[in-house]
């Protein structure tokens, strides 16, 4: 399980995700990186889940974006069109959270593409946490970046599944 929140304000667009991996009820590793940035197109994705099915449907966005020209809308719904018609796909078990300068969503294998109410993003075992604490942040004159780490620190307080060795990623 993993915490991720994708913070969108003044024009900039963060997402922000903690280190911990756990296999049970086990901490395996404390300081992966689940967030990355497609420097070409300007776009940042986080992901919570198995961590091999996620960099999957990762490289399959970046696929599906080089695709598309960089839209990102368009590039979301076929990633969750192929992620649930697709044998292989349709057993990964991942939520992504993708962001650029216009857009953020929520891409999950039930074939849904979510655009969120407002301008945060949480998935993982503390995204609602990871949520209602940006969603309160987001509102005061922290940065997008501010508000990211804080809404993370917070899920790491409550979610035993989520530390606060947080990586960010921004455009």
């Not at 992620?83 to 993708?98: F, G, N, S």
Request: with cysteine.
């Amino acid at each position: 399980m993993t915490t991720i929140v994708l913070v969108r304000k003044n024009n900039e667009v963060v997402v922000a995700g903690d280190g911990q991996v756990s296999m049970g009820n086990t901490v395996v590793k404390s300081t992966a990186s689940k967030v990355r940035k497609i420097e070409k197109r300007d776009v940042v994705a986080g992901f919570a889940g198995s961590t091999a099915d996620a960099l999957t449907l990762f490289e399959r966005l970046e696929g599906k974006l080089e695709k598309h020209a960089g839209n990102l809308s368009r590039a979301a719904v076929e990633l969750a069109k192929d992620w649930r018609t697709d044998k292989y796909l349709r057993r990964l078990e991942a939520l992504m959270a993708v962001g650029d300068k216009s857009n953020s969503y929520l891409i999950s294998g039930t074939g849904d593409v979510l655009e969120p109410e407002g301008d945060v993003i949480g998935i993982g075992s503390g995204g609602n946490y990871a949520l209602a604490a940006g969603k309160v942040l987001i509102e005061g004159k922290m940065s997008a970046e501010e508000v990211a780490k804080k809404a993370i620190k917070v899920a790491a307080e409550i979610c035993v599944f989520t530390n606060d060795n947080i990586k960010v990623e921004k455009i």
